[in-house]
């Protein structure tokens, strides 16, 4: 596959990387035999990602580390400047919903790996650096955090951290003291120092190499491993030898991940030749124990978005821990876009946990690639040149056979390309961005829709809108400037289409662009033809616009939520979304619900928040997670467009599309949108309905099993409200209820109740 790839360090420049995944569509053979269980092989060794008995026994058994940690640490933005209330604020901002919409509005950091949603991306730990302790142990020989920066302690703060779903991490040194000088280090109190941490609840022990009086790593780092083992707790360790002795041939015994750089900086320079370092110990690396060239400078400043977007890419490849070093309370929309993607984070945390590495290397143009479960392969291409380059990675320079098909994910532009054997140079194929259809849909698959939306009783429940998404007309405009649909796809015309879904009692809707092009390049935006257009659409008795944002010349405003359009969208259109496209997984869907939560108040009749469509049925999801999908868009009175095939859904999607108590809730007059009102993995959603009536979700983000509680303070009902309580998906009534609302759910699950008062 060849792409055209940039990568000048000093220039705002296209692409310096692409990352893709590449899963084994067939080989070709005679008639077309599909060959399934394709092995990929690399270098040294094959795709499977199973640890041998006999290396196992050399990894350090803790059970933590299985992929690569994820999480924030203090230390590349703000050095010794650390204290309880920085820490705070970043633990809300990791967690809550949708960052600062990319406005970032909020003045606190706990807060922040809450807010923007990353934690629900795996971002879990959060990390104090350096500096945290006073220079002096107290007379019992305990180290004491810092009265003018952690005035309340550290079991303190830990709790508070613990209390947003998340880990809190500290920092300590193998030798006598740390390297800033400022804070005893732990050598000679490993067992001492080892059951503060524990004690204080601490999740995860950086451990630093400096003033170590010349003592070999191999001799000072197992004991800390001895301590922790000893301490009564699980706390992942991160050895951070700086790679002096070589720690990948010997610390998999003693801790989870071990640096083999010595420290990052934010330029392109030193996070290029970081990687060329890390890259050499690959063989090492396995689920429990992995290979660390350092913390993310993603956002820190020193670098364009494009060496960022090649900085995440290579260590999302390389399984490397991905620790954010930037202020999460107020990264940019750009910084927060790169962290968050969801595919790119997928390929770090694979379960086959096998680093990629650079398997090719013509100059300044580089071939990154590893294998990741299901026979997939991901792979960088990567210009580490200052030009324009064609960078090509044959078959045999991934590990593919050469007469292997394959299907090519784009995990940036979020594109989907088909390559075949005698097409592996060619430039990338053209996408869509809708659901289950993805540009393969025609007249009579739309005609089959609308016969299955009334034959399955879907209409009946107020589903009426059957809505054509991208690629439906030529690439060219007539010699009168009119949109023409595509003739292979739609012969008989839109009228007729039209025509047919109205005899159905239904209604048809179309998509334009605001822009020169759509989305998926196959037809004409309506930028510039906007009156020419909207009197075609008329005149073909369309009902619904869709009205997406691509290839806009950089013209304002920008839709996808990207200039908050529920701040003036609501004199423009009935909807508007405040999220880029939903993908069909629990990470993408939940933090969408995030993202939409916040302009809750600026919906009402008539003009309506839209997160994106319903990915129910579509197979990503479990039944739980996907009721939890439908019951937070339904509270949120988002709009119902399912995006499966409807023709073909199995009986547990039905009865999930057509619950009709859900489905009023949604459809309330009073208009109102449901939101969250209380915080954490065990999260409560309510909103009023009409006849004073109350919607409330409850909803376990949590990996285990826990009871969700919602007080009646929470949903804003008087403390002696006595209610019933109709719950939604069991169809039945728990009678006077009093002080609050509890159900004990499984991981991603949720309950969804109608109160009423008496």
Known sequence: MAVPSRGCPRQASAFPCLLLIVALAS????????????????????????????????????????????????????????????????????????????????????????????????????????????????????????????????????????????????????????????????????????KTFAMWGIDYLKYDNCENTGTSAKERYPVMNKALQNSGRKIFFSLCEWGQEDPATWAPAIGNSWRTTDDIQDNWDRMTSIADQNDQWASYARPGAWNDPDMLEVGNGGMTTEEYRSHFSIWALAKAPLLIGCDVRSMDSTTFELLSNEEVISVNQDSLGVQGKKVKKDGDLEVWAGPLTGNRVAVVLWNRGSSLANITADWSDIGLQSSTVVDARDLWAMQSLHFFPDEAKSQQKRWNNFNHFPCKFDEELIRQIADAMVSTGLKALGYEYINLDDCWAELDRDSKGNLVPNATMFPSGMNALTDYVHSKGLKLGIYGDAGTLTCAKTMPGSLGFEEQDANAFASWGIDYLKYDNCHNNGVSPQERGQEDPATWAVGIGNSWRTTGDIHNNWASMISRADMNDKWASYAGPGGWNDPDMLEVGNGGMSMEEYRCHFSIWALAKAPLILGCDIRSMDNDTYSLVTNKEVIAVNQDKLGVQGKKVKNGDLEVWAGPLSGNRVAVVLINRGTSKATVTAQWSDIGLDSSAIVDARDLWEHSTSASVKNELSATLDSHACKMYVLTPH
């Not at 998340?166 to 109190?189: E, F, N, R, V, W």
Request: contains cysteine.
């Open 27 to 194: 080989v070709l053979l005679p008639e077309c035999s599909l060959v399934r269980g394709a092995r990929v092989r690399f270098e040294n060794g094959s795709v499977g990602g199973d640890v041998s008995s006999s290396n196992r026994r050399y990894l350090l058994d803790n059970g933590l580390g299985l992929t690569p940690q994820m999480g924030w640490n203090s230390w590349n933005h703000f050095n010794c400047n650390i204290n309880e209330q920085l820490i705070k604020e970043t633990a809300d901002a990791i967690v809550s919903s949708g960052l600062a919409a990319l406005g970032y509005q909020y003045v606190n950091l706990a807060d922040a790996i809450v807010s923007s949603g990353l934690a629900a991306l795996g971002y879990q730990y959060v990390n104090l650096d350096d500096c945290w302790a006073e220079l002096n142990r107290d007379s019992q020989g305990n180290m004491v955090p810092k009265a003018a920066t952690f005035p309340s302690g550290i079991k303190a703060l830990a709790d508070f951290v613990h209390s947003k779903g998340l880990k809190l991490g500290i920092y300590s040194d193998a030798g006598i003291q740390t390297c800033s000088k400022t804070m005893p280090g732990s050598l000679g109190h490993e067992e001492h120092d080892a």
